[in-house]
């Protein structure tokens, strides 16, 4: 297990192992779909999708664009649209750009100190 937590120290470890599990249960949903079929009426989709919800929090930590996967999937036939794999591909779109963001900020704040004496 401690193998595991320092796989996973990284976020880009974080996410690529959340992407993972997100390609892996919307496959296992689109292969099994007549298990999963009655939408809101099929306790074992719902328990996958709590524990998937669960899982890529604990990965992720919590973002908005779980909730919609979560509630689509009440949806009978929804299960088709791979849910998972596009909320953690755009919670991974925004934190590539505010990370890309803030390595801006940072390079441009970042003054010699000799010119910082400049400054009165």
């Not at 939408?39 to 709590?50: K, V, W």
């Not at 779980?66 to 755009?90: C, E, Q």
């Amino acid at each position: 297990m401690a193998f595991l937590e320092r796989s996973l120290d990284s976020p880009k470890s974080r996410f690529r192992a959340a992407l993972v599990l997100a390609v892996i249960a919307d496959a296992a949903q689109m292969i099994a779909f007549p298990l999963f079929a009655e939408g809101a009426l099929s306790p074992a989709d719902d328990i996958f999708d709590f524990l998937m919800a669960l899982v890529l929090t604990g990965l992720l930590g919590w973002h908005w664009e779980f909730t919609p996967s979560m509630v689509a999937k009440l949806i009978p036939g929804v299960d088709l649209v791979p849910f998972w794999t596009i909320a953690v591909a755009n919670v991974y779109r925004k934190w590539k750009r505010s990370d890309i963001t803030v390595e801006a900020v940072d390079h441009v704040d970042a003054v010699p100190p000799d010119r910082k004496l400049l400054k009165h």
